[in-house]
């Protein structure tokens, strides 16, 4: 099975002052092509800066991090959004909607640089997967939360991404509107052969991953 991912010996320092926080300390983690992992590990543990590390969102103090064969590490920091654009989708516990835009404007946003009009189709044709066929046009304040996640999953998949990454995608819904987005997800990965990659607390993301990574302090543990 081939590498879709790799982070040899990565850590991540923040400086706040006086003080030094590694949030990541020397972790190495292969990531094959199609696997969907679980990385689980209590709050503060460096679950969402492992995340930002695989999507391409800034880089570490040190190691070596590949995204499908590109050394991210050696890749100046203002072109790491052509990385993130071309591969990575991103799905968040809070959405991150804009509030003024309708689901299929939201759908659009991450086509903005290359003109939106030629996405159109697919952006219909993906609400259309999500189930959101009828609320194409809905706001997000008119919309439930797992619909406000469904649209968050169309825009992760407009550029058609190798890889999603989710930072508690289920953390903000009741239990059955989070087993839909998980079916959801599931169907992703194991249809359309997308590699997921999921921070959660939640058993039933663990349970539907192919392996579970454990991090505690910055650290994997095996
Ligand atoms: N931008 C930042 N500046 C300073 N410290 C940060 C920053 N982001 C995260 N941290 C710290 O790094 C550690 C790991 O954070 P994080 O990756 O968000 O953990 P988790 O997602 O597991 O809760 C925590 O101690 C957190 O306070
Ligand atoms: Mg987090």
Redesign the pocket.
């Given at each position: 099975m081939s590498e879709i991912a790799k982070l040899d010996k990565v850590s991540?320092i923040?400086?706040?002052g006086e003080t030094e926080?590694?949030?990541?300390d020397k972790v190495t983690l292969s990531i094959a092509r199609g696997e969907a992992i679980s990385i689980m590990?209590?709050?503060?543990?460096?679950?969402?800066?492992?995340?930002?590390m695989l999507g391409a969102l800034g880089k570490p103090t040190s190691g070596e991090i590949f995204i499908d064969g590109v050394k991210i590490s050696e890749v100046p920091e203002r072109n790491l959004y052509r990385i993130r654009r071309e591969k990575i989708g991103f799905v968040f516990q809070n959405y991150y909607l804009v509030p003024t835009l309708t689901a299929i404007e939201n759908v659009l946003i991450p086509t903005i640089p290359m003109g939106q009009d030629s996405y159109r189709e697919r952006a219909r044709y993906l609400l259309n997967q999500v189930g959101l066929e009828e609320r194409i046009y809905h706001r997000p304040f008119q919309l439930s939360g797992g619909e406000q996640q469904r649209v968050a999953i169309a825009r992760a998949l407009i550029n058609d991404p190798k890889i999603v990454l989710a930072?508690e995608p289920t953390g903000n819904l009741d239990s059955k509107t989070g087993d839909e987005i998980i079916k959801l997800l599931t169907t992703l990965n194991k249809e359309k052969d997308v590699t997921l990659i999921s921070?959660t607390h939640d058993e039933r993301i663990a349970k539907i991953a192919d392996r579970t990574v454990d991090?505690l302090d910055?650290k994997i543990r095996d």
């Open positions: 991540k923040y400086k706040l926080i590694a949030a990541l590990g209590p709050s503060g543990s460096g679950k969402t800066t492992l995340l930002n930072d921070v991090i910055g």
